[in-house]
Every structure is written in structure tokens, then in C-alpha cells.
């Protein structure tokens, strides 16, 4: 219809320039549009008292307009209106023809793959009428293109697409061939993740028009896929972890399904969690966090499932694969407490069977007599606070619990910044009557450390009267951020969790810690006699460390308070003390951007080096060492990163699918300053079970990018007239004339109608 309208294609009227090519000048056509208007409107008004009374008002002049608009078209029409635009030489340029070749192309919708899809559209005259007017060449495409004699040729077989990647090689390939335009049929499934920047601007750069062509469902009938599962890459050994998976379904609205984590390091897979969650709207993302312990030391593979539902079409999005590594270095959290309590003893019993966490303790029994506890010899805090970088940097976390300000002095308060700034340590500070503001911290100069902006004034600590009395206590719930957080989870159900909360015994004592600041997480809250919401555990990041406030220090009636064999109190400081210190990094901390690494072994091992103080270590020499399947072994020596002193990287990939070990150590004047583990693992052929439905959306925005046009199988008799106007190639400027178009016609034939019809219906013809 439009080209019966338009005359051209739609391609001529995006790319060209309308032009006038009469002789008179445009000045000339404006003054005399103008001139129509005018006259039309003295003669109109002139006669307007002879005209009959219906002809009053708003009549008139759309009457005016029809006569107006009628008489600018035809002077425009005198002026010869045309379009220019650039069209390829006929037998001089290539069309270079890509059929995805990977494996998602191999789905079958309606008894038929999708690349015999493509492959019958293309032999239904789409590549008989490109030969008429073109050179054409055949490709397919998957990781990289490669130059095909036959559709014959193609075996959906690949096991993945990198689509930008395929484009820019072709067109670097080729940069010294009149390539007038590239035809892509494909569904779209891009493994990288999209078409990059550079892909589009090397074929900008050429003015060559991608012309798209997407086959698949847009929308699966019936499936289930997981988009992603987070898991934290590092671990303390015998550690409870989150897996936060996040899927969206389509067909199976209202229905149930299990989610698994399993261990699948070892010959016989563990299921470690499941659990029976309901699927939400179609296509919606639903997130599920499910809790497991993850066991003992070691590099574990972990495979997170949805269990197949009955009619599913596509089963292999259901499983996805992380890797986790299990340290069994100890960590050691320095606890001083500013007097004797309760809160002390019970957080010291419920650390007694936590083999990786280790508590060693100064209490102030009197103002100049410490109670030390769980020293690794005698001299071990044998002046008190550590005043030295080097004595309180040989600690992972640090609690500080009913202590006033003012007992630090000014270089230790100092050292507890650079404790988490720097060193990247964990900081919990305890509720009491001389903690928070009650102790000056409020006035001190670490403010800024603390999640919580502390209130000004004092007088915030409150202890429970005696409970025989009848008045009402303060009691915990869970916070919105704290349903899936593992330090708060102590039931792994999300609702029996926060159940769990409102039946916990009351609290002894509350602080009131002030406002949570913006990037602060309020984990659970409680609820004052008088009514008030406070938050009760409160998060957040600060430098390379973290801090947290627990604005009570009497969590200790939920052991004494609960029934016989109740872990709720255990099982939360456990998982607080571990929160506190499994990520506080040592001397040498390295990372890898992602752990998997699908149908592509590249990969950046980065490391970041400290000295003994913890300072950047911008002159040491870093090695990574690797082992993997099959006797892989590399030593790559790591680079510094410009302008980022102890940042170092190098880059390297993996030859072979399998779990890789890498050691990264950091040497300086050949003393060993640290050594970090971590592990990584390569998989072929997974990426192309997911997303499997046409991404017509990247096909779309990769047409619009370069000047092409995204088709359907259906309009591909089109394709052939639209492939000539390109400014690629070996192209010549064709005009093409404007003012025979048949719409030009029906709308001067609509406008003569429109006034007569309105002149018969008001009774002046």
C-alpha cells in the first residue's frame, strides 16, 4: 500500500533529500502561496454579504483552507518537486547474505527449524531477485563468519552466536569491497549480551545498511528459564549462603515449581536446598532466595534448577551453573566491651562451636583492669586497645560494645577508620549505656563510618523495668531488606522466617542508633513500649570494609527466654560474626569478572596487592598461577594498572572447557607479601539455551543503527527493491519525480470533493 501511495520505497523517502527543480526561485513560490491565500481571503470576504447566512462564521473560512491548501499544491507542482538519493550501481556492488548458523537456530516452531525457515525464504526468489541487480555472497555466522558456496552448507550446529563481533570482522574483511549492504537472518540470540559500539560505528563508518530478517517466537508458549542466579564467589568453610535466582515464565501463570541447589562438585550431586515456590504473571521476573549451608573446604560447583514443568519446550533453561570457593583460614574478630554483661557472654557461647570464626575478647572489669580471652599468647593485648597499625591490622573484624568514646584516644579512633577503610575490616558496634550517643560517639570523628547518622543528644539507651511488673517490652521483626538477607534467615521459609521474628522473646535494652543513612541497609526493626519502629540491625559498606549497629545489647533473653534446643539466638550472632568478616580481604585479593566464562575463555585475572600496613603495593611482582582439565598449566605474570597503585592485571584464556585454580601471589624484594586462591570455569555451548525466543528488539535497533530496515519472512518480496538506496558501495545520484505520485492526486481530488460535499451538505451548491 504505501509504495501504491508513494510510488518508491520507504528506504527513499528515510534516505533521500527532497529537492525543487523548477527554474523560479523558492522565494518566488512562497510569495506567491501567499499571495493565493491572500487573494482567496479579499475575495471570499468581498462577497460575503451576498452569501447566504449559513455561510457565517467558521464555514467560511474552512472553506477558505480547502481552497488555500488546493491552490499551494499546485503551485508546488509547478515547481517540480523531486527526491535525490544515492543508489548502487546495478552488477557493481556485493550484498553479502548471513544465515545464523548456531544452535538455537536448529529449534523447530511448526515442523520446521528456523534456519530452514530462513533458508526457504531466501530460495523462494529473495536470492534470484538480489542477483538480478547484485553480486551476492553467502555466509554463515556464529562465533565469527565464514564464507559458505551453498545454503547446503549450513548446519545450525554452532554453539554460539557473537553477532556484533561477526559483523565488525566482515567488515574489516572486506573493507576493500564494494559491499553495497549485509542481509542477516537470524533470531536475534546474541550471546555476548548485544551488538557493541564498535561493531555499529565499523559499519557506519562504510554506510552500510544491515538489513535484518527475524525468525522464532517472540514469546515462548510454555517455558521456564532462570536469568540468573547470584551467589557470593568466596565462602568460610561450613558457611550458610544466598541464592538469590531470578527467572520469569511464560504459560505456567498460578502453577507451582521446585527450586533445587545442589553440589555437584563430586561424583554423587547433594541437593543442599529446595523448595515449592508459585509462579507469578507471565513474563514477569520473580526473584527467590534460597539459604544452604555450603559445607566444608574446597571449590564447589554449584547447579541452581527449576524442575522441568510438564509441556515445557525448552528444558535447558532450567539449570545454571556457580562456582563457589570455600576457604578454611580461621578469622579472628577482636570484641571489646566496656563492662560485664550478658550480651558478652552469650555472644562468646554462641561462637564456641564455630570452628572458622574465633573470638578473642577484652572486657573492662575496672577502670584500669582488662579481662582478656581467647589470646594466642600472653603478649597479645597485653597494653590494652592495639595503638599500632600492624596489631590491630592481624584482625578480621572488630565489635566494640558498651565502651565510651573517650576511652580510645585520638590516634586509636584513628586506627579503627583505617581498620575499615583500609585494611577493608568489619565493624559492629553494640548497644549500651556508653556506646553510640550515650558514649560521645556522636561528637567523635568517625561519624562518617557509622550506617546511621547518631542522634545529637543523650540519654537514648533504655533498659527494660522489671518484666513482673506488667508493662509492655520492646520486641524485634524482620525489616523489607532483611527477608533475604543470611545474616537474619533463621528459618530458611520466607514467611516462617518472619514469623520467627515476632515470636523472638523480648529485648532487655534499646538504643536509639538515629537515622539510617542513604546507602544503609535496615535489616530488623523493633518496636519500643511506647510504640515507636527504631531500626534494631542496620548495614552498610564503607571504603574496602563494612559496619554495622545493633542497637540492643540484651538479644541475649532469645537464648534464655526460648525453649529448650531453639539455635534462633546462635544461629543469628553466627551468621552477624561471619557477615562481619568472610569478605575482609587479605594482603592480596584477586577477582575475575565473572566466574563462568560461556563459549569463551578470555578472561581478566585482576589482584589487588597490599603491604604489611595495608598501603597499595604499586612495585611488587605478581604472578597468577594456573592449573586446569587436562594438564592445563600457565604462569602469567601480571601487570600494574595505570593510575590505580596495587591494582594489577593480565589477561588469558582458558584453551579447554573445566573448572580452572588460580593462585595469585605478590612478591616484593623477594618477600612474599600474600597469596589469594580463586577459581573459575569454562563451558561450551550452555549460552544458546537461553533466550532462546526471537530478540527482535536487537534486530531492530541493529537495522535502525546502520540505515537498514528489520523484516519479516513474510514482506521479504520487498527486500530487493529496497537494497539499491545505499550510500555504501559503488553508488550514483538518481532524482526521482514527486509530482506524479498517486497520492499527490487523490489528495487534490479529496480536497475538490471535500468542498463541494460541504457545499451541498450547508445547501450552496
Known amino acids: 500500500m504505501f509504495e501504491f501511495l508513494f510510488k ?28 493565493a491565500a491572500l487573494g482567496l481571503a479579499w475575495l471570499i470576504r468581498s462577497r460575503l454579504s451576498q452569501a447566504a447566512p449559513v455561510m457565517r462564521g467558521w464555514r467560511v473560512w474552512l472553506i477558505w483552507s480547502l481552497q488555500t491548501l488546493l491552490a499551494a499544491i499546485l503551485l508546488v507542482l509547478l515547481w517540480q518537486p523531486a527526491i535525490t538519493i544515492a543508489e548502487l550501481k546495478p552488477q557493481q556492488n556485493i550484498i553479502a547474505v548471513l544465515v545464523d548458523d548456531s544452535r538455537s537456530m536448529a529449534i523447530t516452531e511448526d515442523g520446521i527449524t528456523r534456519q530452514a525457515q530462513a533458508v526457504s525464504a531466501l530460495q523462494n526468489g529473495v536470492l534470484a531477485s538480489l542477483n538480478r541487480g547484485f553480486q551476492t555472497r553467502l555466509y554463515r555466522v556464529d562465533d565469527a563468519p565464514a564464507r559458505i558456496d551453498s545454503l547446503k552448507d549450513l548446519k545450525p550446529t554452532a554453539p554460539s552466536t557473537r553477532l556484533g563481533d561477526s559483523l565488525k570482522q566482515l567488515s574489516e574483511e572486506t573493507s576493500d569491497l564494494p559491499i553495497g549492504a549485509v542481509v542477516l537472518l537470524s533470531d536475534g540470540d546474541d550471546n555476548t ?14 554506510h552500510i545498511p544491515v538489513h535484518t530478517v527475524g525468525f522464532g517466537r517472540e514469546h515462548a508458549a510454555h517455558d521456564v528459564e532462570l536469568d540468573d542466579a547470584v551467589v557470593a564467589p568466596r565462602a568460610l568453610a561450613d558457611s550458610r549462603l544466598a541464592a538469590k535466582i531470578t527467572f520469569h515464565q511464560r504459560g505456567y501463570a498460578g502453577a507451582k515449581i521446585n527450586l533445587t541447589v545442589r553440589d555437584v562438585s563430586g561424583g554423587q550431586p547433594k541437593v543442599l536446598a529446595a523448595r515449592t515456590i508459585a509462579l507469578g504473571p507471565d513474563g514477569n521476573l520473580q526473584t527467590e532466595t534460597l539459604m544452604f549451608d555450603i559445607g566444608g573446604a574446597g571449590a564447589r560447583t554449584l547447579e541452581i534448577a527449576a524442575v522441568p514443568l510438564p509441556g515445557e519446550e525448552n528444558t535447558a533453561n532450567n539449570t545454571l551453573t556457580r562456582v563457589v570457593n570455600v576457604g578454611s583460614d580461621a578469622r579472628r574478630i577482636l570484641y571489646i566491651e566496656g563492662e560485664p554483661r550478658w550480651e558478652f557472654k552469650f555472644t562468646r557461647q554462641a561462637e564456641e562451636d564455630d570452628r572458622m570464626v574465633h573470638l578473642v575478647s577484652m ?22 586497645f592495639p595503638a599500632r ?75 527494660e523495668a522489671d518484666p513482673r511488673n506488667g508493662t509492655t517490652h520492646t520486641f524485634a521483626e524482620l525489616a523489607p531488606a532483611g527477608v533475604d538477607s543470611v545474616i537474619t534467615r533463621l528459618v530458611d521459609d520466607p514467611a516462617a522466617n ?26 530488623a526493626s523493633m518496636i519500643t513500649p511506647e510504640g515507636r519502629k527504631l531500626p534494631l540491625l542496620i548495614t552498610e559498606n564503607f571504603g574496602r570494609g563494612r559496619s554495622a549497629i545493633m542497637a540492643t545489647g540484651g538479644s541475649w533473653r532469645w537464648q534464655m527466654s526460648s525453649p529448650l534446643g531453639d539455635t534462633a539466638h546462635d544461629l543469628f550472632w553466627q551468621q552477624l560474626l561471619r557477615w562481619l568478616v568472610s569478605d575482609t580481604p587479605g594482603h592480596v585479593a584477586a577477582s575475575v569478572p565473572a566466574q563462568m566464562l560461556l563459549d569463551n575463555g578470555t578472561i581478566m585475572i585482576s589482584a589487588d596487592v597490599r603491604d604489611q600496613q595495608y598501603n ?75 533466550h532462546t525466543e526471537q530478540n527482535r528488539e536487537l534486530l531492530e535497533r541493529l537495522a535502525t543503527q546502520t540505515g537498514g530496515q528489520y523484516w519479516k519472512p513474510a514482506d521479504l ?49
Open 8 to 35: 518508491y520505497p520507504r528506504s527513499v523517502y528515510a534516505r533521500g533529500q527532497f529537492a525543487l527543480l523548477g527554474a523560479g526561485p523558492k522565494w518566488l513560490l512562497i510569495v506567491l502561496i501567499l499571495a
Open 193 to 206: 549480551g548485544g551488538i557493541s559500539a564498535d561493531a555499529i560505528n565499523s559499519l557506519r563508518s562504510r
Open 363 to 384: 572486657v573492662r572489669t575496672s577502670e584500669n583492669k582488662i579481662y582478656r580471652q581467647g589470646i594466642a599468647d600472653p603478649k597479645e593485648l597485653a597494653g590494652g
Open 389 to 463: 597499625a600492624e596489631d590491630l591490622f592481624g584482625y578480621q573484624g572488630l565489635i566494640i560494645g558498651s565502651v565510651e568514646a573517650g576511652y580510645f584516644t585520638p590516634g586509636q579512633q584513628e586506627l579503627i577508620r583505617e581498620f575499615v577503610d583500609r585494611r577493608g575490616g568489619g565493624l559492629l558496634l553494640l548497644a549500651g549505656q556508653f556506646s553510640l550517643a550515650d558514649g560521645g560517639w556522636n561528637a567523635s570523628n568517625l561519624t562518617d563510618l557509622f550506617p546511621t547518622t547518631l542522634p545529637t543528644q543523650s540519654g537514648t539507651f533504655h533498659r
Open 498 to 523: 518472619a514469623a520467627k521474628w515476632k515470636k523472638l522473646p523480648y529485648l532487655m535494652d534499646y538504643e536509639d542508633p538515629g537515622a539510617p543513612k542513604p546507602g544503609a541497609a535496615v535489616l
Open 616 to 690: 597499595p603495593a604499586p612495585d611488587a611482582k605478581v604472578e597468577a598461577h594456573i592449573l586446569g582439565p587436562s594438564g592445563v598449566s600457565a604462569l602469567v605474570e601480571m601487570s600494574p594498572v595505570p593510575d590505580s597503585p596495587g591494582q594489577f592485571q593480565a589477561a588469558w584464556s582458558a584453551p579447554k572447557t573445566g573448572a580452572y585454580l588460580t593462585e595469585v601471589t605478590a612478591q616484593r624484594n623477594g618477600t612474599e607479601l600474600g597469596r589469594d586462591v580463586l577459581t573459575f570455569q569454562r563451558m561450551d555451548g550452555i549460552a544458546e539455551n537461553f
Open 717 to 765: 518480496g520487498k527486500l530487493a527493491g529496497a537494497i539499491p538506496f545505499s550510500e555504501a558501495g559503488v553508488t550514483m545520484r538518481e532524482t526521482k519525480d514527486l509530482w506524479d505520485l498517486p497520492l499527490v492526486f487523490l489528495v487534490l481530488l479529496l480536497l475538490r470533493f471535500s468542498e463541494w460535499w460541504l457545499r451541498r451538505k450547508w445547501g450552496i451548491v
